[in-house]
């Protein structure tokens, strides 16, 4: 296993960030501090036996989120307001955990494999979705919250 610190820089969260429905937004902050702790856990002399178990809590974390996101969606009717939007969302949830298992599996088979790549990935996912699909969810919610509190 190689890491090279220097190329991964810890990802701050920012207000900019914030979707506008609170618990989403926590647990985001929480994910987001789960990936910085793994970068700082993982160093070149990481068991397999680390990794997996980092790697475990990062899914079951990031599993737990998108189940709460989901079910807002449920609740709020977005999958039948916005069928398209809701689909791809839910895909590029599927996508990350995904590429979790798969860095997982291949650590399982001993396989060399870059663990930066790995976090730089997680971490640039995170900023992607969250700033563009998250946003979208989030304006969602609060317009139907809007609707709620005008009825
Ligand atoms: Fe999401």
New binding site residues.
């Given amino acids: 296993m190689t890491v090279t610190k220097n190329t991964y820089t810890p990802f701050v969260w920012d207000d900019r960030m914030s979707t506008g429905v609170e618990v989403i937004d926590a647990q985001h902050q929480n994910l987001l501090n789960m990936v910085n702790d793994a970068y700082g856990s993982l160093s070149e002399t990481t068991s397999k036996v680390t990794f997996q178990r980092i790697t475990k809590e990062l899914l079951s974390y990031a599993i737990y989120h998108?189940q709460t996101?989901e079910s807002l969606m449920n609740e709020y009717g977005y999958n039948r307001e916005r069928p398209d939007e809701a689909g791809i969302?839910i895909k590029?949830?599927r996508d990350f955990s995904a590429k979790v298992v798969a860095a997982r599996k291949t650590m399982n088979s001993g396989a060399q494999q870059e663990i930066i790549p790995i976090l730089e990935f997680l971490q640039s996912w995170i900023a992607n979705?969250t700033q563009d699909?998250?946003m979208k969810?989030g304006r969602y919610i609060q317009e139907k919250e809007a609707e709620r509190a005008a009825k």
Avoid: V
């Fill in positions: 998108f996101e969302h590029e949830h979705h699909i998250d969810l």
